[in-house]
């Protein structure tokens, strides 16, 4: 069966506080790991697209980056408006042809002024 | 602006009441979804649309129905809506062809169930 968990569940920065978050994943071949961005009252925002270990994608002050059993999405200098639910998603060979991803839980970004 | 459409935002059922969620997209998308998103349960697929004129059941199917109308609009109904059915519920689409662009959410309707 295909997992994907999110870590931490919560976290809460100072402005310019970099810092990680985790997506790991245990799937029977990777066709590939989305995040998402999601604020409050609203639907998920698609990020990122990662089809291959050690590929790297970035967007501003995001930057997410792929190994063979996690993801991180790493946040440089965030700012308050950087304060969402992060959502990660895979999508695995073993979905067959619906291609339907498996999402995480996400997790809960704040950054304080 | 372009993307998914939902409505109605809001709504309040009473247990037993039926009604239908209704989702339209203007991306000439082949694939939509109908999704659940619970409180410490994430992203849930109820039903699913590959293509027009197929839909198959996803995760958590039970008490709902959908119809693809056309290419355009995906519904899901609740034929007789229980407290466990209070959720917000998300429509999304996607191109088959293109998955690596991922789906296109709409913002969503927050059910409530009494």
């Known amino acids: 069966e295909d997992q994907v968990t999110q870590s931490p569940e919560a976290l809460r920065l100072q402005e310019g506080e970099s810092s990680s978050l985790n997506c790991s994943y245990t799937v029977s071949g990777l066709r590939g790991l989305f995040w998402y961005r999601q604020d409050p009252g609203k639907g998920p925002e698609f990020l990122f697209t990662l089809y291959s270990a050690g590929e790297e994608k970035e967007k501003e002050r995001l930057k997410a980056t792929l190994t063979k059993k996690e993801s991180f999405l790493h946040i440089t200098a965030p700012k308050p408006e950087d304060s969402a639910t992060y959502l990660c998603a895979v999508q695995a060979a073993s979905s067959g042809g619906s291609y339907i991803p498996t999402f995480g839980r996400g997790t809960s970004l704040i950054v304080h002024p | 602006n372009a993307g998914v459409t939902q409505t109605p935002k809001f709504q309040v059922l009473k247990t037993g009441q039926s009604m239908t969620l209704q989702c339209a997209q203007d991306?000439?998308?082949?694939?939509m979804y109908w999704y659940r998103q619970d409180p410490g349960m994430g992203l849930r697929l109820i039903y699913y649309?590959?293509?027009?004129?197929?839909?198959d059941k996803g995760e958590v199917p039970n008490g709902y129905n959908v119809s693809r109308l056309n290419k355009r609009e995906f519904s899901l109904r609740l034929e007789s809506a229980a407290p466990s059915q209070t959720s917000v519920y998300f429509c999304?689409?996607?191109?088959?062809?293109?998955?690596?662009?991922?789906?296109?959410f709409g913002s969503g309707t927050r059910l409530t169930v009494v």
């Open positions: 991306m000439n998308h082949n694939s």
């Open positions: 649309s590959a293509s027009e004129g197929t839909t």
């Open positions: 999304a689409s996607s191109d088959r062809d293109r998955v690596r662009r991922g789906y296109t």
